[in-house]
């Protein structure tokens, strides 16, 4: 089955700047790319996703960048403000609508 | 905004007795999960249900079982807790189709078995 490898456990950036959070999966047939953010003793919540058709999307500071021939995609937070800080997980998914997690990456934004 | 409750929020539970995790959702999603979260595991799938009467093993079913009665909800029942299923334990609703992937999150079980 599909493997999703989140290659940060933890990141850590100081306010203002860039933060990238690196994912890869292992299944060709994933068309689907979610990522969640879960804030500290809370659940997660749906931030931004991508799908197999584009190599890019943005929504705000948050931009999702996917590589299908190296099967990677990635997240980047842009002028990161410490309410960012919070566990960041990938995801990917296909048609039969099993969605498989990466363990997580611990950002944390030093003011 | 779409809603998944759970319940209950935290329980302590007995090696051998029966656990009961429920969870409801309001969005009339097909589609939904349950998972727990372990430090330095991540998110692991135990159960899904593709609809009411539907369930489906995940990568981590042993000791676990599940029941999709209604399109509402969907229950984990552990029959014979251990201590190895103490962990925290998420419900998730999904619409599946064009939208497969983006999952609404319950605020989560936190299961003790002593």
């Known amino acids: 089955g599909e493997k999703v490898e989140q290659h940060e456990s933890t990141l850590s950036v100081r306010e203002g700047d860039s933060a990238v959070i690196n994912c890869t999966y292992t299944d060709t047939a994933s068309s689907y790319f979610p990522w969640y953010k879960q804030e500290a003793g809370k659940s997660l919540h749906f931030v931004i996703d991508i799908r197999s058709n584009v190599d890019r999307k943005q929504s705000q500071r948050l931009i999702v960048l996917l590589d299908k021939k190296a099967k990677r995609f990635s997240l980047h937070i842009t002028a990161t403000q410490p309410e960012d800080s919070a566990i960041y997980f990938c995801a990917a998914s296909h048609s039969n609508n099993r969605i498989f997690f990466g363990d997580g990456t611990q950002l944390v934004v030093k003011p | ?114």
């Not at chain 2, 929020?9 to 969870?23: E, I, P, Q």
């Not at chain 2, 593709?50 to 000791?63: L, M, R, V």
């Not at chain 2, 229950?75 to 983006?102: D, H, K, M, R």
Request: aromatic share 10%; net charge neutral; hydrophobic share 25%.
């Open chain 2, 1 to 114: 905004e779409a809603a998944v409750t759970q319940s209950p929020r935290n329980k302590v539970a007995v090696t051998g007795g029966k656990v009961t995790l429920s969870c409801n959702q309001t969005n009339n999603h097909n589609n939904m999960y349950w998972y727990r979260q372990d430090t330095g595991h991540g998110l692991r799938l135990i159960h899904y249900s593709y609809g009411a009467g539907s369930t489906e093993k995940g990568d981590i079913p042993d000791g676990y079982k599940a029941s999709r009665p209604s399109q509402e909800n969907f229950s984990l029942i552990l029959e014979l807790a251990t201590p190895s299923q103490t962990s925290v334990y998420f419900c998730a609703s999904g619409a599946g189709g064009s939208n497969t992937g983006q999952l609404y999150f319950g605020e989560g079980s936190k299961l003790t078995v002593l």
